[in-house]
């Protein structure tokens, strides 16, 4: 079984750049959450795709968009970067339960996104 | 909205036992995760509590006070592997999803 993959495990870009970050889910997982994590910081929820749709939003600006693909991969995009958008990406996929399951995340290794 | 609290970094020694504690204000209950997280890795689940009591797996324990909005982990036998940060979060409904809310973490360092 695979679990989470995310690319790239790094990336440099400057300000007012856009990215896009991608994530594998693990098998069998319909439901993929995005994550920032700021040093010292604990992960902070960006958005969560179930089957395609956005199933829920933390509290980002809209330049933090994203897509979920028929396989259950999907993208995180970054419009106009700012220097505080540097941090670590997390992406987690959850297994099959409904939308209004409470589940266990299995987490990417992320990708450390660094904003010049 | 949710809030949690959690100490910022602990020390224990290799053998010993240590317990992290975790305070949370939330509207509307849905259990309570703990995660481990070695630097520069990802997260990995540890437990969920749901009813209030404590539950054991292997050298890690995990308790819940629903009315008093706590709960620690309680880890013994330590190992050197240990040293890590654990990340307590407690999802909340909304719009028919749970968004999780983490807490900034606990940096443990065991010692020798």
């Known amino acids: 079984e695979t679990g989470v993959t995310q690319s790239p495990t790094h990336l440099i870009k400057t300000r007012g750049q856009q990215v896009t970050l991608r994530c594998s889910s693990q098998?069998?997982?319909?439901?993929v959450s995005w994550y920032q994590q700021a040093l010292g910081q604990g992960p902070q929820f960006i958005f969560q795709y179930y089957r395609e749709e956005e199933n829920g939003r933390g509290n980002f600006p809209p330049r933090f968009s994203g897509l979920q693909f028929p396989n259950y991969s999907s993208e995180l995009n970054v419009n106009a970067l700012e220097l505080d958008d540097s941090a670590l990406y997390l992406c987690?996929?959850?297994?099959?339960?409904?939308?209004?399951?409470?589940?266990?995340?299995?987490f990417g290794p992320g990708t450390r996104l660094t904003v010049l | 909205g949710q809030n949690i609290d959690q100490p910022t970094e602990m020390t224990a020694t290799e053998g010993a036992i240590v317990q992290i504690n975790c305070t949370y204000q939330t509207s509307g209950f849905n259990g309570l995760f703990w995660y481990q997280q070695h630097a520069g890795e990802a997260p990995t689940f540890l437990s969920y509590?749901?009813?209030?009591g404590l539950e054991e797996k292997g050298r890690f324990s995990s308790f819940l006070s629903r009315s008093k909005g706590y709960s620690y982990l309680l880890l013994k036998e330590l190992q050197m592997k240990d040293s890590a940060s654990y990340l307590c979060?407690?999802?909340?409904?909304?719009?028919?999803?749970?968004?999780?809310?983490f807490g900034r973490g606990t940096s443990l360092i065991v010692h020798p």
């Open positions: 509590n749901v009813l209030d």
């Open positions: 098998s069998g997982h319909n439901t």
């Open positions: 987690a996929s959850s297994p099959p339960g409904g939308r209004e399951t409470v589940n266990e995340q299995f």
């Open positions: 979060a407690v999802p909340s409904a909304s719009g028919g999803s749970y968004i999780p809310t």
